[in-house]
């Protein structure tokens, strides 16, 4: 069955830096776009960057735009998050997600963004 492990989550100071994994199990990840969601306490879960099957093409939220950068190795089946100049606003938990004949969803890893 389609498997998607986060992790790489934790508590970070403003301005530091932390990288995502999410290993992908169960389905050809090759030819999938993949995408990383967050959803802040109280608020709904949005878009923060999406990645074509091959890499070649990524989308990002006006917010991440310039300090996130999302990759993927197809080889190991692991789509990545690299989040760099934290803000307190991306405190969040974190989500990878791929869109087959339904959207599946990992379980999520939190972001903590404090001094």
């Known amino acids: 069955q389609v498997q998607l492990v986060e992790s790489g989550g934790g508590l970070v100071q403003p301005g530091g830096s932390l990288r995502l994994s999410c290993a992908a199990s169960?389905?050809?990840?090759?030819?999938?776009?993949m995408s990383w969601y967050r959803q802040a306490p109280g608020k709904e879960r949005e878009l923060v960057a999406r990645i074509t099957s091959d890499g070649d093409r990524t989308n990002y939220a006006d917010s991440v735009k310039g300090r996130f950068t999302i990759s993927r190795d197809n080889a190991k089946k692991t789509v990545y998050l690299q989040m760099n100049s934290l803000k307190p606003e991306d405190t969040a938990v974190y989500y990878c997600s791929a869109k087959l004949r339904i959207t599946y969803w990992g379980q999520g890893t939190q972001v903590t963004v404090s001094s």
């Open positions: 169960g389905f050809t990840f090759s030819i999938y776009g």
